[in-house]
């Protein structure tokens, strides 16, 4: 098992950055593949945000990210990031890190392990 916790979250004004970082313990190395999903107020579903293999470096995110969204790693700390810039209302959710071994999962079910997420809020 590996343990996951999230830490960055905040309040912020739309256009605005923020950093998330998601510090891992435990059997990491049994997980090779860690992501970011979020949560917004009223849906059930989490959503995929980016995603990393943590041995190649390889990212992914969903649309609604690209370009604005980034995900990094440092393999020493076991920590993944996720730089977040040109916010607005619509990035307001739960941010979760999760860590699994479905190679590019991007569904909540490709995934075993998840901290307990950390609150982003976007607004004027």
């Known amino acids: 098992q590996v343990q996951l916790e999230e830490s960055g979250g905040g309040s912020v004004q739309p256009g605005d950055s923020l950093k998330l970082s998601c510090a891992a313990s435990?059997?990491?190395?049994?997980?090779?593949?860690r992501a970011w999903f979020r949560q917004a107020p009223g849906k059930e579903q989490r959503e995929f945000v980016a995603?990393?293999?943590?041995?190649?470096?390889?990212?992914y995110y969903a649309d609604s990210v690209k370009g604005r969204f980034t995900i990094s790693r440092d393999n020493a700390k076991k920590t993944a990031y996720l730089q977040m810039n040109s916010l607005n209302s619509d990035d307001t959710a739960v941010y979760y890190c999760?860590?699994?071994?479905?190679?590019?999962?991007?569904?909540?079910?490709?995934?075993?392990?998840w901290g307990q997420g950390t609150q982003v809020t976007v607004s004027s």
């Open positions: 999760a860590a699994g071994r479905s190679v590019a999962s991007k569904s909540p079910d490709g995934f075993e392990s």
């Open positions: 435990g059997r990491t190395f049994m997980y090779g593949v």
């Open positions: 995603g990393t293999l943590w041995n190649s470096g390889y990212t």
